[in-house]
């Protein structure tokens, strides 16, 4: 689409990106998983939902912890048979959990690849990208994907550290300078971490369309953004919007749905249908889950098609990065370099 000298450029960006989104509805579970790793993703949500109804400490890892902490209370009083059966059973536990940990972690990171990849090949007279081809290249790409992931959420979680470690000074000092420091410190740690989610979803565009190397994929990126910075800001600025508008469409689905919900289940009550209440209750949790999976990978899906064409949009600039662009194109031979 021809761009004039009057329309913002991410007028243009985020509409593409909608209808790229939607054009891409198979991809949409990719994109869930895709998203999990990515700070402020649908994975928060859905890790509070995980948490409903529980005690304030008793969620997954609270819980690993306290089981660990009451067997090394137990243990000295148990028999060798009993110790040794109780070892294996919270080595067991906590091995699946690590196992389980380990697996989702590497398939989001096949999926970012294989994300990036359907969108900045579909075209847009409506030629969809292949699910299984996309999942390939995302595989091949896996090891700079991974470490990738890891610089960004080793250095996010630190500077998080650094803002928690602020807020407990203040705490203490309980003087006004020092919450003055910690809401500074708290605004620049929401900025590096903006940067940081933009930076990580521009690198796997370098790697996985252009064939850069993990290096020349950071720097690609942060050239980008330090270049376009008012443009990123932008749409960062409207895609918060859209998520805080899905929040709250996930609420007002469930508020409509619970009316009917409610006179139901109170019907069920009095004619005392135990059969009819769990089939309501059951019915309300899939529909909100569905919702929350629904809304949450359209939003990641928006999300990647829209940096993903920024990317094709101002990032492809210089002859090498094109000739590369299109030797994958026709050659279909898509790797980066260290995988």
């Known amino acids: 689409m021809p761009l004039s000298s009057h329309d913002p450029v991410y007028r243009h960006i985020l509409a593409d ?69 109780g070892s294996l059973q919270v080595l067991q536990g906590t091995a699946l959990l690590l196992i389980l940990t380990a697996a989702v972690f590497g398939f989001s990171v096949i999926c970012q690849g294989a994300i990036v990849f359907i969108i900045g090949t579909s075209s847009p007279e409506g030629k969809r990208g292949r699910i299984r081809e996309a999942l390939t290249v995302g595989a091949r790409a896996f090891w700079p994907v991974c470490v990738l992931n890891i610089l960004i959420l080793a250095g996010l979680w630190a500077v998080r550290m650094l803002v928690a470690a602020l807020l407990l000074v203040a705490v203490q000092a309980g003087t006004a300078m020092t919450f003055l420091a910690y809401v500074i410190a708290f605004v620049a740690f929401v900025l590096v971490a903006a940067a940081a989610i933009v930076i990580q979803v521009l690198a796997v565009n370098a790697m996985i369309l252009q064939g850069a190397t993990l290096s020349k994929a950071l720097e690609r990126a942060a050239h980008l953004l330090h270049h376009h910075w008012i443009i990123a800001t932008e749409i960062a600025v409207i895609l918060f919007g859209i998520a805080l508008g899905g929040a709250m469409l996930v609420v007002a689905i469930n508020a409509v749905i619970s009316i009917p919900v409610f006179i139901l289940i109170t019907t069920a009550a009095i004619i005392q249908s135990p059969a009819l209440l769990h089939f309501l209750l059951g019915t309300t949790v899939t529909v909100f889950i569905l919702s929350v999976l629904l809304v949450g990978a359209l939003q990641i899906m928006l999300q990647y098609a829209t940096w993903t064409l920024l990317y094709q949009r101002l990032g492809e600039g210089g002859a090498l990065p094109k000739i590369h662009r299109w030797i994958r194109q026709v050659t279909r031979r898509y790797s980066v370099p260290g995988s």
Do not use: C, Q, Y
């Open 17 to 85: 990106a909608f209808r790229s989104a939607l054009r891409n509805v198979r991809a949409w579970p990719l994109a869930f998983f895709a998203g999990i790793f990515l700070t402020g993703s649908v994975s928060d949500l859905l890790w509070k939902m995980m948490n409903l109804g529980v005690e304030e400490g008793r969620g997954l890892f609270p819980s690993l912890s306290g089981l660990w902490s009451n067997a090394m209370t137990v243990w000295p009083s148990l028999r060798l048979t009993d110790l040794i059966l």
